[in-house]
């Protein structure tokens, strides 16, 4: 198998605007709540479109949250929206308490998610949101690769009757090709398959994955690359088949490598008893490296280079 | 006016005035420079900086692990460029480290770390330089100490829920050591306060919790210097000093423009700003020589 080269999409950011326009003009029940953060989720054209859809609270996270799950008990179709480092965080209490425990359907939409912010530092970072949001119960975790599976996710999630949580970035993604061209919440997609080494990633990460793949096919060595776009639910399945298809399993994450994606595949491989040789690639527990998302990918090996090196150290 | 033996330099209004321009000048230097920045929030609280640090803060590189410093956390922490502009000036460490702000291995992040000399605290998620600065005051009225503890909120910032708490318990423990310093500058990334989410009235609001509000023009280096040197202002409370700014003081085309909260200057916008800074320099320089 020769793997494609890609073709560059937009910004996961501008594909979910996009799309909750469209679904925004179908349906005057589909309300953007927003904490000045419009600007930074790409809403301008929506509260252009759909003025009376979109609701202000100001830079105030914790009342979004709580006045979402209410709006969202009265029958509303919610999407909350403000940087994933203040949504998982400042509105912790309220996420767990009124969406997720109140099971009222919200989504909550974390904009420029990971270390998307690069520069502006760690306040502005969010590398435990899906740490914190996977000890909690009843809320869906959810972290795009790419427009396809943007898109597909925020049609699901206007019609999930369960909360979920979803966050990505702001850089343009490369469109992802897939074995089957389908999208299910909690269920792993397959970019491309292989025997030697298992990437397991998700979000922006899965892009520098497919690209490493790309390069240990020139080293005759065959990798198999999966969006595990769902985090919770995790698709357990997915990620026993492909640690028993092969030698060794690489996870990547944009997440600090505790509470994340790679531990969740830990876990779940450690109780099936496989053990193989096996490595978390996400930003480790230090101060976080001050640069651009490019350069924080980079310092912590998250590139199609880095991966490959770690797995080529992996199979020796 | 209150004087304070512990002032490194007494400086004149004209001198300090042009110590403004001077940081406003360099931040938009590094901002354009770091491609990255929160211009016009710097722009409008650049003053106030300048007031506290050269006048007003018993703060400097030497004294800064003294437990009886007074204290200043910026709270509205994305307008580090301004902080970072005066601490520079004040020795905290070379101007030529800013060269470095925001590229990769630098610990001039786009907000306030302690990876800085100067800084007190992290900070650049709104609504929590008011909670600290409570907690910082309580100690200093516990252990009977001195110092003041200053803080810089965005009137946007207004909306985090936080700043009630802090504001009610404030009052409680009767902080008047404590002074919330509002940048209001009437703008936040929306757009006017007042329309994305209003915080009007904001006097009544912190009268009403118990706290001693004033009102000035706050990019008046002489009403900032009457009022910050004030403190307390009013025995027994804190004091919640509403400065009257215009977000990207000094640059005509980016004063009261929302899109200058993070906008960053082409090469000609640039330009043009350093001509305008550069010629209120030269008005100003002349005034002091003839004074
Ligand atoms: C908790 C939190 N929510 C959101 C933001 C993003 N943010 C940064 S600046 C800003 C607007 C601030 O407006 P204002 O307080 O009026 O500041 P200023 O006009 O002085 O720049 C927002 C929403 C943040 N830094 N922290
Ligand atoms: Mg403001």
Redesign the interface.
Known sequence: MTLKALNMGRANLEEFSATLIELGEKSKNILAV???????GKLGPFAEKLPEQIV?????E??LVGVSAGLASADKSVFAVSPA??LA??SLEQIKNDVAYSNQPVTLVGISAGVS????????HSLHDVAALRAINNIQVVVPADNFETREVIIAAAKSEKPIFLKFGKKAMPTLPRVKNEFEIGKASTICEGSDVAFIACGETVAPSYEAAQLLEKEGISAEVISMHTINPLDKQAVIDAAKKCKVIVTVEEHSIYGGLGEACASVLMQEQIVKPFKIVGIPDE?T????QG?IFK?YGITAEGLKETTLKLLE | MIRKENRMQEFTDLELKLKSVKYRKMLLKYIKQ?K?GHTGGSLSCTDILNVLYNDVLNVSPENFSDKNRDRYIQSK?HSVEALYAVLADRGFYPESDLETM??????????P?R?VNGIEF??????HGLPISAGIALAGKKDKAAYKVFTLVGD??L???SNYEAAMMAAHYKLDNLVAILDHNAL???GPNRE??S?YPIDEKWKAFGWHVISIDGNSISELRETLNNIPAEVGKPTFIIANTVKGKGVSYMENEKKWHHGVPSDDEYERAIQELSTEEEELTKQLVTD
């Open positions: 927003t904490s000045d953060s419009r600007g930074s202000e609270v100001g830079i105030a914790q009342n480092c203040f965080t400042r912010y690069g520069a502006l530092g760690t306040t502005h101060d490296v001050t640069g651009s350069d310092h | 770091a990255a922490g925001c590229q990769y291995q630098s610990k001039y992040v786009g907000h770390t990876k992290n900070t650049g998620a709104l609504g946007g910032e909306a985090e829920g936040q990334i929306t994305v989410c915080p």
